[in-house]
Protein backbone atom coordinates (compact mmCIF):
# COMPACT_ATOMS: atom_id res chain seq x y z
CA UNK A 1 0.00 0.00 0.00
CA UNK A 2 1.20 3.26 -0.84
CA UNK A 3 -0.16 7.19 0.08
CA UNK A 4 1.78 10.19 -0.15
CA UNK A 5 5.26 9.76 0.72
CA UNK A 6 4.95 6.78 2.62
CA UNK A 7 5.20 2.92 2.08
CA UNK A 8 3.76 0.27 3.91
CA UNK A 9 4.24 -3.17 4.43
CA UNK A 10 1.97 -5.40 7.00
CA UNK A 11 4.00 -7.58 8.99
CA UNK A 12 1.51 -10.64 10.41
CA UNK A 13 4.34 -12.89 12.75
CA UNK A 14 2.22 -15.70 14.23
CA UNK A 15 1.35 -15.02 18.23
CA UNK A 16 1.83 -11.59 18.14
CA UNK A 17 -0.46 -8.83 16.91
CA UNK A 18 0.00 -8.00 13.13
CA UNK A 19 2.31 -4.39 12.50
CA UNK A 20 3.59 -2.27 10.21
CA UNK A 21 6.48 -1.55 8.38
CA UNK A 22 6.73 1.80 7.14
CA UNK A 23 9.10 3.66 4.56
CA UNK A 24 9.14 7.43 4.41
CA UNK A 25 11.65 10.15 3.30
CA UNK A 26 11.26 12.25 6.19
CA UNK A 27 9.73 12.03 9.75
CA UNK A 28 6.51 13.54 9.04
CA UNK A 29 4.41 10.79 8.85
CA UNK A 30 5.41 9.19 11.58
CA UNK A 31 3.47 11.81 13.88
CA UNK A 32 0.96 12.72 11.57
CA UNK A 33 0.15 9.96 10.18
CA UNK A 34 -0.81 8.86 13.81
CA UNK A 35 1.74 5.80 13.84
CA UNK A 36 3.05 6.88 17.60
CA UNK A 37 -0.31 8.38 18.74
CA UNK A 38 -2.12 5.05 17.87
CA UNK A 39 -0.16 3.22 20.76
CA UNK A 40 -1.72 5.66 23.11
CA UNK A 41 1.44 5.27 25.07
CA UNK A 42 1.50 6.34 28.94
CA UNK A 43 5.26 7.91 27.79
CA UNK A 44 8.13 7.63 25.43
CA UNK A 45 10.79 6.59 25.42
CA UNK A 46 14.42 6.78 23.08
CA UNK A 47 17.33 4.34 22.76
CA UNK A 48 19.46 5.97 20.74
CA UNK A 49 23.26 5.80 20.30
CA UNK A 50 26.30 7.91 21.00
CA UNK A 51 27.49 9.02 17.38
CA UNK A 52 23.89 9.52 15.57
CA UNK A 53 23.46 12.63 17.35
CA UNK A 54 22.36 14.64 13.72
CA UNK A 55 19.91 11.65 13.58
CA UNK A 56 18.41 12.19 17.12
CA UNK A 57 18.10 15.58 15.78
CA UNK A 58 16.36 15.34 12.93
CA UNK A 59 14.15 12.73 14.82
CA UNK A 60 13.06 15.05 17.67
CA UNK A 61 12.69 17.89 15.30
CA UNK A 62 10.84 16.30 12.15
CA UNK A 63 8.70 14.52 14.38
CA UNK A 64 7.57 17.06 16.72
CA UNK A 65 8.47 14.69 19.73
CA UNK A 66 9.25 16.66 23.16
CA UNK A 67 11.43 13.76 25.24
CA UNK A 68 12.80 15.41 28.80
CA UNK A 69 16.59 14.36 28.79
CA UNK A 70 15.49 11.70 31.71
CA UNK A 71 13.94 9.63 28.90
CA UNK A 72 16.70 9.61 26.14
CA UNK A 73 19.75 6.22 26.58
CA UNK A 74 22.41 6.96 24.40
CA UNK A 75 24.30 3.67 23.91
CA UNK A 76 27.88 3.24 22.82
CA UNK A 77 29.33 2.38 19.65
CA UNK A 78 30.32 -1.77 18.55
CA UNK A 79 29.65 -5.24 20.11
CA UNK A 80 30.59 -4.01 23.45
CA UNK A 81 27.26 -1.67 23.26
CA UNK A 82 24.97 -4.36 23.67
CA UNK A 83 26.96 -6.34 26.09
CA UNK A 84 24.82 -7.31 29.21
CA UNK A 85 27.06 -5.22 31.31
CA UNK A 86 25.42 -2.26 29.86
CA UNK A 87 21.50 -3.37 31.02
CA UNK A 88 21.69 -2.26 34.54
CA UNK A 89 22.12 1.43 34.33
CA UNK A 90 19.45 1.63 31.30
CA UNK A 91 16.94 -0.62 33.42
CA UNK A 92 17.57 1.71 36.54
CA UNK A 93 16.97 5.19 33.94
CA UNK A 94 14.05 3.91 32.58
CA UNK A 95 12.59 3.21 36.15
CA UNK A 96 13.36 6.37 37.92
CA UNK A 97 11.97 8.30 34.96
CA UNK A 98 8.63 6.54 35.19
CA UNK A 99 8.74 3.80 32.65
CA UNK A 100 5.45 1.70 33.37
CA UNK A 101 3.66 -1.09 31.26
CA UNK A 102 1.64 1.67 29.17
CA UNK A 103 5.16 2.95 27.83
CA UNK A 104 6.60 2.54 23.94
CA UNK A 105 10.62 2.20 23.44
CA UNK A 106 11.45 3.76 20.68
CA UNK A 107 15.03 2.24 19.10
CA UNK A 108 16.84 4.36 16.93
CA UNK A 109 19.66 3.41 15.24
CA UNK A 110 21.32 0.09 13.48
CA UNK A 111 21.05 -3.38 14.68
CA UNK A 112 23.14 -2.74 18.11
CA UNK A 113 20.65 -0.25 19.42
CA UNK A 114 17.66 -2.60 17.68
CA UNK A 115 18.66 -5.56 19.53
CA UNK A 116 19.74 -3.61 22.70
CA UNK A 117 16.47 -1.81 23.08
CA UNK A 118 14.20 -4.28 22.13
CA UNK A 119 15.87 -6.96 24.77
CA UNK A 120 15.44 -3.97 27.18
CA UNK A 121 11.51 -3.90 26.09
CA UNK A 122 10.89 -7.08 26.16
CA UNK A 123 12.42 -7.37 29.68
CA UNK A 124 12.03 -4.46 31.74
CA UNK A 125 8.59 -4.81 34.07
CA UNK A 126 8.12 -8.11 31.83
CA UNK A 127 7.58 -6.63 28.82
CA UNK A 128 6.71 -3.19 27.37
CA UNK A 129 6.42 -1.98 23.90
CA UNK A 130 8.96 -1.14 21.57
CA UNK A 131 9.20 -0.01 18.39
CA UNK A 132 12.15 0.07 15.37
CA UNK A 133 13.34 2.93 13.59
CA UNK A 134 16.18 1.44 11.84
CA UNK A 135 18.91 3.84 10.66
CA UNK A 136 21.36 1.41 8.34
CA UNK A 137 20.24 -0.58 5.78
CA UNK A 138 20.95 -3.97 7.42
CA UNK A 139 18.78 -2.76 10.35
CA UNK A 140 15.89 -1.90 7.85
CA UNK A 141 16.01 -4.97 5.42
CA UNK A 142 17.01 -7.95 8.67
CA UNK A 143 17.77 -6.74 12.40
CA UNK A 144 14.46 -4.88 12.89
CA UNK A 145 12.10 -7.31 10.91
CA UNK A 146 11.91 -10.90 12.79
CA UNK A 147 11.72 -10.42 16.74
CA UNK A 148 14.61 -11.42 17.60
CA UNK A 149 16.25 -9.38 20.04
CA UNK A 150 19.61 -10.37 22.13
CA UNK A 151 22.48 -9.26 24.10
CA UNK A 152 25.80 -10.51 24.19
CA UNK A 153 27.65 -12.30 27.13
CA UNK A 154 31.62 -13.31 27.33
CA UNK A 155 29.83 -16.39 26.66
CA UNK A 156 29.52 -15.42 23.00
CA UNK A 157 27.01 -13.17 20.67
CA UNK A 158 23.43 -12.53 20.83
CA UNK A 159 23.44 -15.52 23.52
CA UNK A 160 20.81 -13.49 26.00
CA UNK A 161 17.24 -13.18 24.03
CA UNK A 162 14.08 -13.93 23.36
CA UNK A 163 11.82 -13.89 20.51
CA UNK A 164 9.94 -10.17 20.91
CA UNK A 165 7.49 -8.08 18.31
CA UNK A 166 8.00 -4.44 17.77
CA UNK A 167 4.43 -2.73 17.43
CA UNK A 168 5.67 -0.91 14.23
CA UNK A 169 8.96 -0.15 12.46
CA UNK A 170 9.17 3.13 10.64
CA UNK A 171 12.49 3.41 8.13
CA UNK A 172 13.16 7.30 6.94
CA UNK A 173 15.41 5.86 3.89
CA UNK A 174 16.62 9.54 3.86
CA UNK A 175 19.30 8.67 6.76
CA UNK A 176 21.09 6.45 4.71
CA UNK A 177 22.91 9.26 2.90
CA UNK A 178 25.21 9.73 5.83
CA UNK A 179 25.83 5.32 5.57
CA UNK A 180 29.56 4.34 5.48
CA UNK A 181 29.94 2.06 2.40
CA UNK A 182 31.55 -0.75 4.94
CA UNK A 183 27.60 -0.30 6.35
CA UNK A 184 25.98 -0.32 2.36
CA UNK A 185 27.93 -3.53 2.18
CA UNK A 186 26.37 -5.35 5.49
CA UNK A 187 22.65 -4.46 4.07
CA UNK A 188 22.94 -5.55 0.57
CA UNK A 189 24.70 -8.94 1.31
CA UNK A 190 22.05 -9.47 3.10
CA UNK A 191 19.01 -8.22 0.23
CA UNK A 192 21.54 -10.21 -2.27
CA UNK A 193 21.01 -13.07 0.21
CA UNK A 194 17.07 -12.79 0.45
CA UNK A 195 16.93 -12.41 -3.49
CA UNK A 196 18.50 -15.64 -3.44
CA UNK A 197 16.02 -17.71 -1.36
CA UNK A 198 13.07 -15.98 -2.85
CA UNK A 199 10.88 -18.33 -4.87
CA UNK A 200 9.46 -16.25 -7.79
CA UNK A 201 13.06 -14.48 -8.71
CA UNK A 202 11.05 -11.47 -8.92
CA UNK A 203 13.49 -9.97 -6.05
CA UNK A 204 16.55 -10.68 -7.34
CA UNK A 205 15.43 -9.43 -11.00
CA UNK A 206 13.90 -6.23 -9.76
CA UNK A 207 17.58 -5.69 -7.16
CA UNK A 208 19.18 -6.27 -10.41
CA UNK A 209 17.51 -4.11 -12.01
CA UNK A 210 17.77 -1.26 -10.52
CA UNK A 211 21.61 -1.74 -8.73
CA UNK A 212 22.68 1.56 -10.33
CA UNK A 213 19.88 3.22 -8.17
CA UNK A 214 20.48 1.18 -5.32
CA UNK A 215 22.80 3.22 -2.96
CA UNK A 216 20.60 6.52 -3.80
CA UNK A 217 19.42 7.31 0.15
CA UNK A 218 15.75 8.84 -0.73
CA UNK A 219 15.58 6.93 -4.78
CA UNK A 220 12.39 4.81 -4.98
CA UNK A 221 14.14 2.24 -6.24
CA UNK A 222 16.21 1.39 -2.77
CA UNK A 223 12.32 2.02 -1.08
CA UNK A 224 11.17 -1.15 -3.53
CA UNK A 225 14.09 -3.28 -2.95
CA UNK A 226 14.32 -2.78 1.03
CA UNK A 227 10.36 -3.80 1.07
CA UNK A 228 10.77 -6.52 -1.09
CA UNK A 229 13.42 -8.03 0.69
CA UNK A 230 11.63 -7.29 4.00
CA UNK A 231 8.67 -9.20 2.81
CA UNK A 232 10.62 -12.06 1.95
CA UNK A 233 12.57 -12.39 5.56
CA UNK A 234 8.87 -11.59 6.88
CA UNK A 235 7.52 -14.48 4.63
CA UNK A 236 10.22 -17.03 6.29
CA UNK A 237 9.49 -16.10 9.83
CA UNK A 238 5.73 -16.51 9.40
CA UNK A 239 6.26 -20.03 8.54
CA UNK A 240 9.02 -20.39 11.80
CA UNK A 241 9.01 -17.58 14.02
CA UNK A 242 11.08 -19.67 16.87
CA UNK A 243 14.01 -21.33 14.40
CA UNK A 244 12.97 -25.04 14.39
CA UNK A 245 13.40 -25.07 10.98
CA UNK A 246 12.66 -23.41 7.91
CA UNK A 247 13.94 -19.97 9.37
CA UNK A 248 17.47 -21.49 9.03
CA UNK A 249 17.44 -20.85 5.53
CA UNK A 250 18.57 -17.43 6.66
CA UNK A 251 21.62 -18.19 7.54
CA UNK A 252 22.79 -18.78 3.90
CA UNK A 253 26.25 -17.99 3.72
CA UNK A 254 26.16 -17.07 7.45
CA UNK A 255 28.49 -20.19 8.79
CA UNK A 256 31.05 -19.29 6.74
CA UNK A 257 30.81 -15.57 7.83
CA UNK A 258 31.20 -16.33 11.29
CA UNK A 259 34.05 -18.42 10.88
CA UNK A 260 35.56 -15.58 9.14
CA UNK A 261 34.41 -12.72 11.40
CA UNK A 262 36.08 -15.34 14.42
CA UNK A 263 39.29 -16.12 12.48
CA UNK A 264 39.78 -12.31 12.40
CA UNK A 265 38.41 -11.55 15.65
CA UNK A 266 35.68 -9.52 14.59
CA UNK A 267 38.53 -6.61 13.77
CA UNK A 268 38.87 -6.70 10.04
CA UNK A 269 35.69 -7.54 8.25
CA UNK A 270 32.67 -5.83 8.62
CA UNK A 271 29.79 -8.50 9.40
CA UNK A 272 28.57 -7.81 5.55
CA UNK A 273 31.96 -8.04 3.79
CA UNK A 274 32.43 -11.79 5.67
CA UNK A 275 28.66 -12.62 5.09
CA UNK A 276 29.21 -11.31 0.81
CA UNK A 277 32.20 -13.66 0.96
CA UNK A 278 30.53 -16.87 2.61
CA UNK A 279 27.71 -16.01 -0.19
CA UNK A 280 30.31 -16.82 -2.65
CA UNK A 281 31.61 -20.09 -1.25
CA UNK A 282 27.64 -21.39 -0.92
CA UNK A 283 27.42 -20.25 -4.77
CA UNK A 284 30.36 -22.51 -5.41
CA UNK A 285 29.12 -25.52 -2.97
CA UNK A 286 26.09 -25.43 -4.15
CA UNK A 287 26.64 -26.32 -7.73
CA UNK A 288 29.07 -29.09 -6.16
CA UNK A 289 27.41 -30.88 -3.84
CA UNK A 290 23.37 -29.94 -4.70
CA UNK A 291 24.31 -29.54 -8.62
CA UNK A 292 23.31 -25.70 -8.86
CA UNK A 293 23.45 -25.43 -12.41
CA UNK A 294 26.69 -24.40 -13.66
CA UNK A 295 25.06 -21.57 -15.69
CA UNK A 296 23.27 -20.20 -12.88
CA UNK A 297 26.14 -20.40 -10.63
CA UNK A 298 28.09 -17.85 -13.12
CA UNK A 299 25.62 -15.81 -13.42
CA UNK A 300 24.92 -15.48 -9.60
CA UNK A 301 28.31 -14.83 -8.92
CA UNK A 302 28.25 -12.21 -11.65
CA UNK A 303 25.31 -10.46 -10.18
CA UNK A 304 27.32 -10.42 -6.64
CA UNK A 305 30.37 -8.11 -8.78
CA UNK A 306 27.39 -5.45 -10.29
CA UNK A 307 26.81 -4.91 -6.17
CA UNK A 308 29.96 -4.80 -5.40
CA UNK A 309 30.04 -7.67 -2.93
CA UNK A 310 33.27 -8.96 -2.12
CA UNK A 311 33.99 -12.88 -3.30
CA UNK A 312 37.62 -12.97 -2.50
CA UNK A 313 38.99 -15.36 0.69
CA UNK A 314 41.23 -12.54 2.34
CA UNK A 315 43.97 -14.56 2.33
CA UNK A 316 42.28 -16.87 4.71
CA UNK A 317 42.60 -20.77 4.65
CA UNK A 318 40.20 -23.34 4.32
CA UNK A 319 41.79 -25.12 6.95
CA UNK A 320 41.48 -22.30 9.80
CA UNK A 321 38.08 -21.33 8.71
CA UNK A 322 36.98 -25.01 9.43
CA UNK A 323 38.07 -25.12 12.73
CA UNK A 324 36.33 -22.31 13.91
CA UNK A 325 33.18 -23.55 12.14
CA UNK A 326 34.01 -26.30 14.66
CA UNK A 327 32.81 -23.90 17.40
CA UNK A 328 30.15 -21.98 16.14
CA UNK A 329 27.01 -21.67 18.33
CA UNK A 330 24.88 -23.32 15.77
CA UNK A 331 27.35 -26.16 15.08
CA UNK A 332 26.04 -29.92 16.33
CA UNK A 333 28.73 -32.52 17.95
CA UNK A 334 31.58 -30.57 16.02
CA UNK A 335 29.88 -31.25 12.64
CA UNK A 336 29.08 -27.52 10.95
CA UNK A 337 25.80 -27.29 8.15
CA UNK A 338 25.48 -25.30 5.59
CA UNK A 339 22.20 -23.77 3.87
CA UNK A 340 23.22 -24.54 0.21
CA UNK A 341 20.74 -24.23 -2.83
CA UNK A 342 19.33 -26.37 -4.92
CA UNK A 343 18.15 -23.72 -7.25
CA UNK A 344 18.25 -20.18 -6.87
CA UNK A 345 15.41 -19.34 -4.46
CA UNK A 346 15.07 -23.45 -3.36
CA UNK A 347 17.76 -23.20 -0.68
CA UNK A 348 18.24 -26.58 1.68
CA UNK A 349 19.77 -26.63 5.52
CA UNK A 350 21.26 -28.82 7.89
CA UNK A 351 23.41 -30.28 4.61
CA UNK A 352 26.83 -31.65 5.92
CA UNK A 353 29.99 -30.59 3.46
CA UNK A 354 32.46 -32.22 3.72
CA UNK A 355 36.05 -31.12 4.54
CA UNK A 356 37.28 -31.78 1.26
CA UNK A 357 34.16 -30.45 -0.24
CA UNK A 358 34.58 -27.00 1.60
CA UNK A 359 38.44 -27.30 0.62
CA UNK A 360 38.02 -27.64 -2.91
CA UNK A 361 35.42 -24.25 -3.00
CA UNK A 362 37.39 -22.11 -0.93
CA UNK A 363 40.38 -22.79 -3.52
CA UNK A 364 38.44 -22.08 -6.28
CA UNK A 365 37.30 -19.13 -4.94
CA UNK A 366 41.16 -17.59 -4.22
CA UNK A 367 41.93 -18.39 -7.61
CA UNK A 368 38.75 -16.70 -9.25
CA UNK A 369 38.45 -14.03 -7.00
CA UNK A 370 41.89 -13.45 -5.23
CA UNK A 371 43.04 -14.28 -2.17
CA UNK A 372 43.82 -11.35 -0.79
CA UNK A 373 41.87 -8.11 0.16
N1 LIG B 1 17.93 -9.26 15.47
C1 LIG B 1 18.28 -9.76 14.32
O1 LIG B 1 17.54 -10.53 13.70
C2 LIG B 1 19.59 -9.37 13.75
C3 LIG B 1 19.88 -9.66 12.41
C4 LIG B 1 21.09 -9.22 11.89
C5 LIG B 1 21.98 -8.53 12.69
N2 LIG B 1 21.66 -8.29 14.00
C6 LIG B 1 22.57 -7.53 14.85
O2 LIG B 1 22.69 -6.23 14.29
C7 LIG B 1 23.95 -5.69 14.67
C8 LIG B 1 24.58 -5.05 13.46
O3 LIG B 1 23.74 -4.00 13.03
P1 LIG B 1 24.29 -2.89 12.03
O4 LIG B 1 24.96 -3.55 10.89
O5 LIG B 1 23.17 -1.97 11.78
O6 LIG B 1 25.47 -2.22 12.86
P2 LIG B 1 25.51 -1.02 13.94
O7 LIG B 1 24.24 -0.90 14.65
O8 LIG B 1 26.75 -1.23 14.73
O9 LIG B 1 25.68 0.25 13.00
C9 LIG B 1 26.85 0.36 12.23
C10 LIG B 1 27.49 1.74 12.35
O10 LIG B 1 26.73 2.67 11.58
C11 LIG B 1 26.42 3.81 12.38
N3 LIG B 1 25.18 4.34 11.82
C12 LIG B 1 23.91 3.94 12.05
N4 LIG B 1 23.07 4.62 11.26
C13 LIG B 1 23.83 5.48 10.53
C14 LIG B 1 23.53 6.41 9.52
N5 LIG B 1 22.30 6.58 9.05
N6 LIG B 1 24.56 7.14 8.99
C15 LIG B 1 25.83 6.94 9.40
N7 LIG B 1 26.17 6.02 10.33
C16 LIG B 1 25.17 5.30 10.88
C17 LIG B 1 26.34 3.26 13.78
O11 LIG B 1 26.48 4.29 14.74
C18 LIG B 1 27.51 2.28 13.77
O12 LIG B 1 28.71 2.97 13.96
C19 LIG B 1 24.75 -6.84 15.27
O13 LIG B 1 24.82 -6.69 16.66
C20 LIG B 1 23.96 -8.07 14.90
O14 LIG B 1 24.08 -9.08 15.87
C21 LIG B 1 20.48 -8.68 14.52
Not at 150 to 164: E, I, L, R, S, T
Not at 272 to 300: I, N
Not at 355 to 369: C, D, G, I, P, V
Request: aromatic share 6%; hydrophobic share 45%.
Amino acid sequence: MSEAGVSTLTLAPPGAAPYEFEVSTGWNRLLSAGTISRCKASSVFLITQLGLESIEDSFLKGSGLALPPERIVRIGQGEAAKHINVLGPIFNQLIRAGIDRNSLILALGGGVVGDLAGFVAATILRGVRFAQLPTTLLAAVDSSVGGKVAVNVDGGKNMVGAFYQPVFVYFNQSLLASLPESEWICGLAEMFKHGLIEESGRVLTNLRASVGRLRTADSPELRAAVLDSVAVKAGVVEQDVRENGLRAVLNLGHTTAHAIESATAHRRFSHGAAVSRGLATMLLLSRDVLGLPPGETEDLLAAMESFALPRDTAGLSAAELLEHMRFDKKTVAGVPKFVLLERRGRPIFGQDVSEEQFQQAWSEQAERFGAHE
